[in-house]
């Protein structure tokens, strides 16, 4: 039996997944203002010089004031700048798919359910302030922002769409894109070369893991016919008993899928 959506209950999740996106943009702003603010500074401590020894007294010179300043070395900072326009091309792609999303009937439409429609426009719209963000960084080290999708995940959205039928195949769709999402930015944590990057992409990852896990229980209760026992605090006696883990099926959070740095960098 079909069961209504709880809209009281929706709200609150959207409340809480609005919480931890604000309190992860305040810490990965102030990050990014101080990698870039570093590498900037590395850049103009070192000498300019002509040549093939002026270039390697400069590369020397941008080295140690990288080690000085806690900031990379520009060969460090190009790979830290292609992982950024790779996030950024990644949120994009989720930006389309969420705005693609609101297009049907029974997300975005006058018949969809209110609640799941401000759900999915919230989500879009942290997709898109997480895209900004990376742009911004971008920017600011004097590169190029992205502003198309993922080239390799693209295609696979684009040949999706046409064969969605319902609220579930929308949702399998997003759960595919958080996830890649999150397991590159977790393995970008362990690949950049300052602590403020590895904030900032922690920081993100923690909201599209959250995204994750919430589609996860979402997908989960469609295919139950329960929609109404979606809850953050949940109803305990009410739930099904694999409820405990369907939204977070790993101890730690795998990486095997994760976009390299140049997939989504600008050419």
Known sequence: ??????????????????????????????????????????????????????????????????????????????????????????ENLAVFTYKTALTLPFIGGDAANGVVKAFATKTMAQHTEHGQAFNAAVVKLGGKEQTATDPKYTPIVQAAVPTIKGPGDVVGLAITLEDVATQTYVKNVGMVTTKELRQLFASVAGVEAQHKAVLLAVQALLAGNAVDLIALPPDGAKLPSAAGNVGFPDAFFPTAKASPPEEGAVK
């Open 1 to 90: 039996m079909n069961r209504a959506i709880d809209d009281g209950r929706l709200r609150e999740l959207t409340v809480q997944s609005q919480d931890l996106h604000s309190d992860a943009m305040r810490h990965g702003r102030l990050a990014l203002d101080d990698y870039v603010e570093q590498t900037l500074d590395a850049r103009a401590s070192a000498p300019r010089s002509h040549g093939l020894a002026g270039a390697a007294i400069l590369a020397g010179a941008v080295g140690v004031a990288a080690l000085a300043s806690g900031g990379p070395a520009w060969a460090d900072a190009k790979t830290d700048m292609m992982m950024l326009q790779t996030a950024a091309s990644l």
